[in-house]
């Protein structure tokens, strides 16, 4: 995840990474790679 966002290890990572916890256990997103992959920069971009 911080590759394809290019970031350090932070806060931001944190943040991203329970959005997709939840996104995954509410059944809203698969648990697939492709699909989480798609989903951290629109993530991402709804943080910023």
Known sequence: ???ILK???GPKVG???QILFE???NKELPNEEE???EEVTKIEESLS
């Open 1 to 3: 995840m911080m590759e």
């Open 7 to 9: 970031i350090k290890p």
């Open 15 to 17: 943040q991203v990474l």
């Open 23 to 25: 996104k995954v256990v």
């Open 35 to 37: 699909a989480l992959k």
